[in-house]
């Protein structure tokens, strides 16, 4: 009988370590709000990161989540040759 899906999440052995150990360091620090002033660093993956945990997802899958993210971006600025340019925040509409 198979598990229907309910199996953990498991680390896979494949790929570079290293690479993977900086685009994890790369998530963490997007996501991080500067101290005492609880501002993101990043309003961009900060809104990104808590979607995808009020989507359900774990802390170290929404990590994953901006790795791949951050991994998407980084290769089209290098095939395109572009600058990263951070895209505007939608104003919080006013209710």
């Given amino acids: ?3 229907g ?3 953990t999440m498991k680390k896979t052995k494949q790929g570079n370590r ?3 150990d900086i685009f994890y360091n790369l998530a963490v620090q997007q996501v991080q709000v500067c101290k005492g002033s609880k501002i ?3 309003p961009v993956f900060y809104a990104y990161y808590n979607r995808k945990l009020s989507d359900g997802k774990s802390k170290s899958q929404a990590l994953l989540c901006i790795m791949r993210r951050l991994v998407r ?3 089209g600025m290098m095939k395109n040759k572009t600058a990263y340019i951070m895209p505007e925040m939608p104003e919080a509409k006013a209710s």
């Fill in 1 to 3: 009988m198979g598990s």
């Fill in 5 to 7: 899906g309910k199996e």
């Fill in 18 to 20: 290293k690479l993977y």
């Fill in 40 to 42: 993101p660093r990043n």
């Fill in 73 to 75: 971006i980084i290769y």
